[in-house]
């Protein structure tokens, strides 16, 4: 079939709905949801044969929904209404949730029933549940309703409070009112629904040394405690915060815009206020000890017979020049020790989407910042590439994008849960890219898949990626089964007969690359290309990246989405 996607943005969920619609073979365009002009000339320019919205912020025009077949997808179990859905499941401690796919019509979630599937609420942010298990039952959802629709003869059932198993209800707008933490009052638990229903936006408004600012993020502590609401303690950029019964980390601050001020954006929490923090304790964790507690930490490390495991979890999965120097400590502890498998990756959600662009945006001088920062991501992939006495494996429970898929095929395996995304380009930054994509990509993929890998700038679904040999292994099910898996098999390949003569092989071809062409000549050719991008007057990295970290709405959408 012909399927339009019509969304406000082309975030995670409608990427994997893309992803997992052209891996079916139907021929898939997109239009953002920018007007609804635009949305009526991309219906007649594209004649869908059924249009789906995965992510709306804004109704589809009448005219449109009312003479096509129009499905949206909404966050919420059957009977479920209004903008803030998941926002009200994680505040109200919902143990079960679901994603429901219904027809449009004029009055807002209200139209009959295609699919709906059910699924557990985890213990975490509204960003990262979305990524997880919010769009493994949108997909399954979406693909429901996509194949009822081309049956012909499935009627969606009409929704009718009536029936046992609709069991949602119309919920309003969830304001800061609703989110505005009582230090004196709230125990850790509630002050933790409270910044996870608003994570990653938008935020909770809070006062802190009389300024007010948007709280993201949330993590319990185990150990600190101190007065409600007091700044207790940094580390690695966040904030720790006392409650009536403990401690959260807040890893990132987001200064409320004044009126006629500039725009503000997210960033960690101690470089914010870093003038308030005088005689606040800095208190490190290491990475082993982070992996025994109930501490925030952004790096841990564990160890599980022959097998390591170095996990990293970073906001939004950028990495800022001060913590790839981190990872790459920690990777170079991790890869001293007497294993013979090394495990690279989040439990869950992001691996890495490469240099962090709002940190960037902060620095004095940006175009310095970027060269550190890439320079930092560098060091860590030649790190990762010329580890020859271990197998390394990267493994994917989530999405990964530009250096942060360049930063996962340095590894020797490449283990990817099925429902993950990637996007192995950087041409929508305006950057040629780096940490040694000209050697890994190609020598992965081929010569021609990689320049069209890197300059289709299309997301690339996980079976794909298995099939092209981006990746080696693509896993199905969900976060805590993959990393079971990865376990399970990590622990298979360290007692492997072959793996001795693995790693002969592995230290006779890294000496063989290196004698054809040394990396250091792959480094210095990137970063003279990334040099100019940073630096050149007539570059469009800067506003392209202003744009992105202000999220400055696009004027139109691009061309290489459209199908």
Same mark, same amino acid.
């Given at each position: 079939?012909?399927?339009?996607l019509?969304?406000?943005?082309?975030?995670s969920?409608?990427? +994997?709905? $893309?992803?997992?619609? +052209?891996?079916?073979?139907?021929?898939?365009?997109?239009e953002?949801a920018?007007?609804? &002009?635009?949305?009526r000339?991309?219906?007649?320019?594209?004649?869908?044969?059924?249009?789906?919205?995965p992510?709306?912020?804004?109704?589809?025009?009448e005219?449109?929904?009312?003479t096509?077949?129009?499905?949206?997808?909404?966050?919420?179990?059957?009977?479920?209404r209004?903008?803030?859905?998941?926002?009200?499941?994680?505040?109200?401690?919902?143990?079960?949730?679901?994603?429901?796919?219904?027809?449009?019509?004029?009055?807002?979630?209200?139209?009959?029933?295609?699919?709906?599937?059910?699924?557990t609420?985890?213990?975490?942010?509204?960003?990262?549940?979305?990524?997880?298990?919010?769009?493994d039952?949108?997909?399954?959802?979406?693909l429901?309703?996509?194949?009822?629709?081309?049956?012909?003869?499935?009627?969606?059932?009409?929704?009718?409070?009536?029936?046992?198993?609709?069991?949602?209800?119309?919920?309003?707008?969830?304001?800061?009112?609703?989110?505005?933490?009582?230090?004196?009052?709230d125990?850790?638990?509630?002050?933790?629904?409270?910044?996870?229903?608003?994570?990653?936006?938008?935020?909770?408004?809070?006062?802190?040394h009389?300024?007010?600012?948007?709280?993201?993020?949330? $993590?319990?502590?185990?150990?600190?405690?101190g007065?409600?609401?007091?700044?207790?303690? =940094?580390?690695?950029?966040?904030?720790?915060?006392g409650?009536?019964?403990?401690?959260?980390?807040i890893?990132?601050?987001?200064?409320r815009?004044?009126?006629?001020?500039?725009?503000?954006?997210?960033?960690?929490?101690?470089?914010?206020?870093?003038?308030?923090?005088?005689?606040?304790?800095?208190?490190?964790?290491?990475?082993?000890?982070?992996a025994h +507690?109930d501490?925030?930490?952004?790096?841990?490390?564990?160890? &599980?017979?022959?097998?390591?495991?170095?996990?990293?979890?970073?906001?939004?999965?950028?990495?800022?020049?001060?913590?790839?120097?981190r990872?790459?400590?920690?990777?170079?502890?991790?890869?001293?020790?007497?294993?013979?498998?090394?495990?690279?990756?989040?439990?869950?959600?992001?691996?890495?989407?490469?240099?962090?662009?709002?940190?960037?945006?902060?620095?004095?001088?940006?175009?310095?910042?970027?060269?550190?920062?890439?320079?930092a991501?560098?060091?860590?992939v030649?790190?990762?590439? =010329?580890?020859?006495?271990?197998?390394?494996?990267?493994?994917?429970?989530?999405?990964?994008?530009?250096?942060?898929?360049?930063?996962?095929?340095?590894?020797?395996?490449?283990?990817?849960?099925?429902?993950?995304?990637?996007?192995? $380009?950087y041409?929508?930054?305006g950057?040629?890219?780096?940490e040694?994509?000209?050697?890994?990509?190609?020598?992965?993929?081929?010569a021609?898949?990689?320049?069209?890998?890197?300059?289709?700038?299309?997301?690339?679904?996980?079976r794909?990626?298995?099939?092209?040999?981006?990746?080696?292994?693509a896993?199905?099910?969900?976060?805590a089964?993959?990393r079971a898996?990865?376990a399970?098999?990590?622990?298979?390949?360290?007692?492997?007969?072959?793996?001795?003569?693995?790693l002969?092989?592995?230290? +006779?071809?890294?000496?063989e690359?290196e004698?054809a062409?040394?990396l250091?000549?792959?480094?210095?050719?990137?970063l003279?290309?990334?040099?100019?991008?940073f630096?050149?007057?007539?570059?469009?990295? $800067?506003?392209?990246?202003?744009?992105?970290?202000?999220?400055?709405?696009?004027?139109? =959408?691009p061309?290489?989405?459209?199908?």
């Amino acid at each position: 079939m012909r399927i339009l996607l019509v969304a406000s943005a082309f975030n995670s969920l409608t990427q +994997r709905v $893309h992803t997992e619609l +052209r891996s079916l073979g139907h021929t898939v365009g997109v239009e953002l949801a920018l007007g609804d &002009d635009p949305v009526r000339a991309a219906v007649a320019r594209f004649e869908p044969d059924l249009i789906l919205a995965p992510m709306l912020t804004r109704a589809i025009p009448e005219d449109v929904w009312s003479t096509r077949p129009v499905l949206i997808v909404h966050p919420g179990p059957k009977g479920d209404r209004g903008p803030s859905s998941l926002d009200w499941a994680i505040h109200e401690n919902a143990a079960e949730w679901g994603v429901t796919v219904l027809q449009a019509v004029a009055e807002m979630d209200a139209g009959p029933i295609w699919a709906s599937v059910p699924f557990t609420v985890h213990p975490c942010g509204k960003s990262e549940l979305y990524r997880n298990e919010v769009a493994d039952a949108a997909v399954e959802a979406v693909l429901l309703a996509v194949e009822r629709f081309a049956s012909g003869w499935y009627r969606p059932e009409p929704l009718d409070y009536a029936r046992w198993d609709v069991n949602g209800r119309l919920r309003p707008y969830h304001t800061q009112e609703f989110r505005r933490i009582d230090w004196a009052v709230d125990d850790t638990a509630t002050v933790l629904r409270k910044l996870r229903s608003a994570d990653s936006q938008p935020g909770v408004l809070d006062a802190i040394h009389g300024r007010e600012y948007f709280l993201h993020g949330g $993590h319990r502590e185990d150990e600190l405690r101190g007065r409600p609401g007091a700044v207790l303690a =940094t580390r690695d950029g966040a904030i720790c915060l006392g409650t009536v019964d403990g401690a959260v980390w807040i890893a990132q601050l987001r200064p409320r815009k004044v009126p006629g001020g500039p725009a503000t954006y997210k960033l960690p929490a101690a470089q914010v206020l870093a003038e308030w923090l005088v005689g606040v304790p800095e208190i490190p964790v290491t990475p082993v000890e982070a992996a025994h +507690r109930d501490t925030w930490s952004e790096i841990r490390y564990r160890e &599980d017979g022959e097998v390591g495991f170095l996990e990293f979890a970073f906001p939004s999965g950028a990495m800022s020049t001060d913590q790839c120097r981190r990872l790459l400590a920690a990777y170079r502890e991790a890869a001293a020790r007497p294993t013979s498998v090394l495990v690279l990756g989040p439990a869950r959600d992001f691996y890495s989407n490469g240099i962090h662009l709002n940190v960037i945006e902060a620095a004095a001088d940006q175009g310095e910042e970027s060269w550190r920062n890439i320079n930092a991501m560098d060091d860590l992939v030649e790190a990762i590439l =010329t580890t020859t006495d271990k197998v390394t494996v990267s493994a994917l429970a989530g999405n990964a994008a530009a250096g942060g898929v360049m930063l996962a095929i340095a590894a020797d395996e490449v283990w990817c849960r099925a429902s993950a995304v990637l996007n192995p $380009h950087y041409r929508l930054m305006g950057l040629y890219g780096s940490e040694y994509w000209t050697y890994s990509l190609p020598r992965r993929v081929g010569a021609a898949q990689a320049e069209r890998l890197t300059t289709a700038a299309l997301p690339v679904g996980a079976r794909e990626a298995a099939a092209l040999g981006l990746v080696d292994r693509a896993r199905a099910g969900s976060a805590a089964e993959f990393r079971a898996w990865t376990a399970a098999e990590a622990a298979r390949l360290a007692r492997s007969p072959e793996l001795g003569e693995r790693l002969l092989a592995k230290k +006779r071809r890294r000496a063989e690359d290196e004698a054809a062409k040394p990396l250091a000549w792959y480094r210095a050719e990137e970063l003279e290309r990334m040099r100019r991008n940073f630096f050149a007057a007539d570059e469009p990295y $800067h506003g392209l990246r202003r744009n992105f970290v202000h999220k400055v709405c696009p004027t139109g =959408t691009p061309e290489h989405l459209r199908g």
